[in-house]
């Protein structure tokens, strides 16, 4: 069965940076669209940044440039967002999502992916 592991969420400070991490199982993500959300209560979810199946270059939502990268280690199986300059806006619950075919360029629309995992809160406050 395929399984998305979020993990590195918590409470950082305005300011702050985080890391976080969607491992996979089953699936291999090197040449997989893999892409980063959040939800935060009341709103709907929102795509943030998306590594390309095809080319493995970020796609990445306004409110996240410069701010946000998406990476991927192949030999770990594992993507990455890194965030910096967090702010209270950012307070949300993160999900990675995987497409369920290869060579695929991607999107930040939450309808296109078929793999989810269960999440990780991330919350800014000093």
């Known amino acids: 069965q395929v399984q998305l592991v979020e993990s590195g969420g918590g409470l950082v400070q305005p300011g702050g940076s985080l890391r976080l991490s969607c491992a996979a199982s089953?699936?291999?993500?090197?040449?997989?669209?893999t892409a980063w959300f959040r939800q935060a209560p009341g709103k709907e979810r929102e795509g943030l940044a998306c590594?390309?199946?095809?080319?493995?270059?970020?796609l990445y939502a306004d409110s996240t440039k410069g701010r946000f990268t998406i990476t991927r280690d192949d030999a770990r199986n594992t993507v990455y967002l890194q965030m910096s300059n967090l702010n209270s806006e950012d307070t949300a619950v993160y999900y990675c999502?995987?497409?369920?075919?290869?060579?695929?360029?991607?999107?930040?629309?939450?309808?296109?992916?078929?793999?989810w995992g269960q999440g990780t809160q991330v919350t800014v406050s000093s």
């Open positions: 590594i390309s199946g095809r080319t493995s270059l970020g």
């Open positions: 089953e699936i291999r993500l090197d040449h997989r669209a």
């Open positions: 999502a995987a497409d369920s075919e290869v060579g695929k360029a991607g999107s930040l629309v939450a309808g296109y992916f078929d793999y």
